[in-house]
């Protein structure tokens, strides 16, 4: 009965998305999108705007809240069981050309006023959670899955995935470019440089460049820094 009823939804989905998907925002594709596409999200808050060319995948598993912004060429693809999940918080930006993808059991969940900047790409299979206020800019590639290769005599692509999930704690700028790896957590307030690739998980507050990203400095005073918070800081910089 479940998968009927998603096989009716995503019907529906389409058949309004191709009817309004595409009307330019100098008419009244923005207006109209924001009444009707209540209908196919499993909820939708006040005062979206969804630019035309963005493409929706099972509408019915995301959420978006209020004052949500998805631009010109936004893909969000929540297909699969019904475990997926894509949340996108208050005032949450995405922009153009940005690649949203959730598969089985999977739960992307964006939190308030955060930015995702043109050409970024967030997938699963493992969940990823971004925190309120981030800066992801453009190019930045968010992938919580890896593939297994252990074995040298079998095609990698036969070997499986894993998907522990990413987690990147509030108030995060991440530069243009930055790729993090499945597994990873980046701690509250870093900024990470662009270009790096983040491989391992990074304390609050660090400044972190490089391939694999090493953590340079802190960005609190030294008299704010735990004794602690410097061992981890030191043992990420080796």
Same mark, same amino acid.
């Given at each position: 009965?479940?998968?009927?009823?998603?096989? $009716?939804?995503r019907?529906?989905?389409?058949?309004i998305?191709?009817?309004?998907?595409? @009307?330019?925002?100098?008419?009244?594709g923005?207006?109209?999108?924001?009444?009707?596409?209540?209908?196919?999200f499993? !909820?939708?808050?006040?005062?979206?705007y969804?630019?035309?060319?963005?493409e929706?995948?099972?509408? !019915?598993?995301?959420?978006?809240g %209020?004052?949500?912004?998805?631009?010109?060429g936004?893909r969000? %693809?929540?297909l699969?069981?019904?475990?997926?999940?894509i949340?996108? &918080?208050?005032?949450?930006?995405v922009e153009?050309n940005?690649?949203i993808?959730? @598969?089985?059991?999977?739960?992307?969940?964006?939190?308030?006023?955060?930015?995702?900047?043109?050409?970024?790409?967030?997938?699963g299979?493992?969940?990823?959670?971004i925190?309120?206020r981030? @800066?992801?800019?453009a190019?930045?590639?968010?992938f919580?899955?890896?593939?297994k !290769?252990?074995? /040298?005599?079998q095609y990698?692509?036969?070997?499986?995935?894993?998907?522990?999930g990413?987690?990147?704690? %509030?108030?995060?700028w991440?530069?243009?470019?930055?790729?993090?790896?499945d597994?990873?957590? $980046?701690?509250?307030?870093?900024?990470?440089?662009?270009?790096?690739?983040?491989?391992?998980?990074?304390?609050? !507050?660090?400044?972190?460049?490089?391939? /694999?990203?090493?953590?340079? &400095?802190?960005?609190?005073?030294?008299?704010a820094?735990?004794?602690?918070?410097l061992?981890?800081?030191?043992?990420?910089?080796?």
């Amino acid at each position: 009965m479940k998968k009927n009823n998603s096989k $009716i939804k995503r019907l529906q989905e389409v058949i309004i998305t191709d009817l309004l998907g595409n @009307l330019p925002a100098t008419a009244l594709g923005p207006k109209l999108r924001k009444l009707v596409y209540k209908s196919i999200f499993k !909820y939708m808050g006040k005062s979206v705007y969804i630019q035309n060319g963005v493409e929706l995948l099972g509408a !019915y598993n995301i959420e978006i809240g %209020d004052g949500v912004h998805l631009f010109k060429g936004v893909r969000v %693809d929540a297909l699969g069981n019904e475990n997926n999940k894509i949340t996108l &918080k208050e005032g949450v930006a995405v922009e153009r050309n940005v690649d949203i993808g959730a @598969l089985d059991n999977t739960h992307i969940y964006i939190d308030k006023g955060t930015f995702i900047g043109v050409g970024a790409s967030i997938a699963g299979p493992g969940n990823v959670k971004i925190g309120k206020r981030c @800066l992801i800019a453009a190019r930045c590639g968010i992938f919580a899955n890896n593939h297994k !290769y252990a074995d /040298p005599f079998q095609y990698i692509a036969d070997q499986g995935v894993t998907c522990q999930g990413i987690t990147i704690e %509030d108030d995060c700028w991440l530069g243009h470019a930055v790729t993090v790896i499945d597994g990873v957590t $980046i701690g509250k307030g870093s900024v990470i440089g662009a270009g790096a690739v983040v491989t391992k998980d990074i304390p609050p !507050y660090s400044i972190a460049v490089g391939t /694999p990203a090493k953590v340079i &400095k802190s960005r609190l005073p030294e008299d704010a820094i735990n004794p602690k918070d410097l061992e981890i800081i030191s043992a990420n910089s080796v």
